[in-house]
C-alpha cells in the first residue's frame, strides 16, 4: 500500500480506547449500526479504525434494558484524526444479534475526508508512517527497556518475561514493531496514549517509555 493512497475505513470510534498497531483488540459489538458495519467491513473487505474520541456530536437516550441496547444506537462521537485500523475477524454472533469480533490493527491511519456519516461514518484515510531517521539511539533505548523489563518483572512472571525477551520473535521485531508492541503491553490513559500514537519516530517513542519509566539510557 502507498502511503498517498487513499483508503475507505469504517470509523468505530470508542471513548478512552487508543489502540497501536499489531494490537488484536476484542470488541462485543451490539448497536445495530455498528453491527451493520461490521457486517458490511466483511462482505467488502473493509478496514475498521478503532479510536479514541475528539467530542461528542449527539448525545442519544440511555437504554435500560439489552433489548433496547440492540435496538437503539447510543451516543455519536467524532473520531480521532490518527487512529489504527484493520481487518476484523468474526468470533461469534448470539442468538440475539450480537457479535463477538477481534480486529487486528495492520498500521496508523489519518482521517482525509468523510464520505459517509449515516448510520456509521466511513472515512477516506491515509496511512500514517514514520519519519525516516537514525535508529542507533533508538536500539540503545530498547537494549535499556529490555533489562528494565527483565529486572523489574514479578517474580511469579519473571521466567515467562525472560522467555518473552529472548525469543526470536521479540529480538527479530524492527524497531518500529517493537516500540509499538511495547505500547501495546504498557498501559496509559487515553490522552497520553493517543500522543504516543501520534509521534512520528521509534526512538520517539522509547525515549517516553524510559522517561516515564526512569530507566536511564
Not at 203 to 217: G, S
Request: net charge negative; hydrophobic share 35%; proline share 5%.
Amino acid at each position: 500500500m502507498n502511503k498517498n493512497e487513499d483508503i475507505e475505513i469504517a470509523m468505530f470510534p470508542i471513548p478512552n480506547v487508543v489502540t497501536f498497531p499489531q494490537a488484536v483488540v476484542p470488541l462485543h459489538v451490539f448497536e445495530p449500526r455498528y453491527r451493520k458495519l461490521i457486517t458490511d467491513s466483511l462482505e467488502q473487505n473493509r478496514r475498521i479504525g478503532v479510536c479514541h474520541i475528539v467530542r461528542l456530536l449527539h448525545e442519544a437516550e440511555k437504554p435500560s434494558t439489552l433489548e433496547e441496547k440492540l435496538k437503539s444506537n447510543q451516543d455519536t462521537y467524532e473520531p480521532q484524526s490518527i487512529f489504527s485500523a484493520g481487518f476484523c475477524e468474526l468470533k461469534e454472533t448470539t442468538e440475539d444479534g450480537r457479535m463477538m469480533i477481534e480486529v487486528k490493527m495492520d498500521g496508523r491511519y489519518e482521517l482525509q475526508e468523510r464520505i459517509q456519516e449515516v448510520p456509521y461514518q466511513i472515512y477516506r484515510c491515509r496511512e500514517y508512517t514514520d519519519d525516516t531517521s537514525d535508529e542507533s539511539k533508538a536500539k540503545e533505548k530498547r537494549e535499556a527497556i529490555d533489562r528494565f523489563l527483565l529486572k523489574f518483572a514479578d517474580q511469579k512472571d519473571s521466567e515467562k518475561v525472560q522467555k518473552m525477551i529472548e525469543a526470536p520473535s521479540w529480538q527479530g521485531l524492527s524497531m518500529q514493531d517493537y516500540s509499538f508492541q511495547l505500547f501495546n503491553m504498557l498501559h496509559f490513559d487515553a490522552e497520553i496514549s493517543q500522543t504516543i500514537l501520534e509521534m512520528k519516530s521509534s526512538e520517539e517513542r522509547l525515549d517516553f517509555a524510559c522517561r516515564v519509566l526512569n530507566i536511564p539510557t
